[in-house]
T-cell receptor, first 114, second 116 residues
Framework: SAVISQKPSRDICQRGTSLTIQCQVD?????MFWYRQQPGQSLTLIAT?????????ESGFVIDKFPISRPNLTFSTLTVSNMSPEDSSIYLC???????????FGPGTRLTVT | AQSVAQPEDQVNVAEGNPLTVKCTYS??????LFWYVQYPNRGLQFLLK??????LVKGSYGFEAEFNKSQTSFHLKKPSALVSDSALYFC??????????????FGAGTRLAVHP
């Protein structure tokens, strides 16, 4: 499976500010996924990022709030903009496995908004 | 609508006893099913998957899962639980994605507590 790293691992931010989360993969992948895991909750897909095209957002998530970049086949960023306490969550990136069925996840970024 | 349900918020089991974590699904077409585990302050780790073939699939750390099409279930099992198995377990199903790629829908999660 791919080795996935995320930066930062955690952060505490003030409301109204923005945070950019980085996801780095040790191999080239076509698709990357960004998920949110709110406290005590399951994972919810935010968007799918395909290199060279606009990200595709799930219902309830918009580009202005969660802009995504995908500059190459091993890297992506997710920005959480104009943060509020409700954005306090773990944000995870993932990539598909070789067979394309399962996904492998990064360690996550734990965000707390005060 | 495509969905996956984990009916138990928490499962408690004594070390050495068998464990079962339940999962049921609702999908159109053939289901692709997965189990993941999340240890405290760590990301999700892939445990096992069912795509096709044998209804009993084996995965990491001695876990296995049984696919039952008639009951639309995919329960996670282990013959002998360890204290170190204590974690949060997620069942997931793959669904077709309008962008041409498949996405995962996760259940709510089940917390497994194994007591010494």
């Amino acid at each position: 499976s791919a080795v996935i790293s995320q930066k930062p691992s955690r952060d505490i931010c003030q409301r109204g500010t923005s945070l950019t989360i980085q996801c780095q993969v040790d191999s080239q992948v076509t698709m990357m996924f960004w998920y949110r895991q709110q406290p005590g909750q399951s994972l919810t897909l935010i968007a799918t990022a395909n290199q060279g095209s606009e990200a595709t957002y799930e219902s309830g998530f918009v580009i202005d709030k969660f802009p995504i970049s995908r500059p190459n086949l091993t890297f992506s960023t997710l920005t959480v903009s104009n943060m509020s306490p409700e954005d306090s969550s773990i944000y995870l990136c993932s990539v598909p496995g070789l067979a394309g069925h399962e996904q492998y996840f990064g360690p996550g970024t734990r965000l707390t908004v005060t | 609508a495509q969905s996956v349900a984990q009916p138990e918020d928490q499962v408690n089991v004594a070390e050495g006893n068998p464990l079962t974590v339940k999962c049921t699904y609702s999908v159109s077409g053939n289901p692709y099913l997965f189990w993941y585990v999340q240890y405290p302050n760590r990301g999700l780790q892939f445990l096992l998957k069912y795509i096709t073939g044998d209804n009993l699939v084996k995965g990491s750390y001695g876990f296995e899962a049984e696919f039952n099409k008639s009951q639309t279930s995919f329960h996670l099992k282990k013959p002998s639980a360890l204290v170190s198995d204590s974690a949060l377990y997620f069942c997931a199903v793959r669904v077709p994605f309008s962008g041409g790629y498949n996405k995962l829908i996760f259940g709510a999660g089940t917390r497994l507590a194994v007591h010494p």
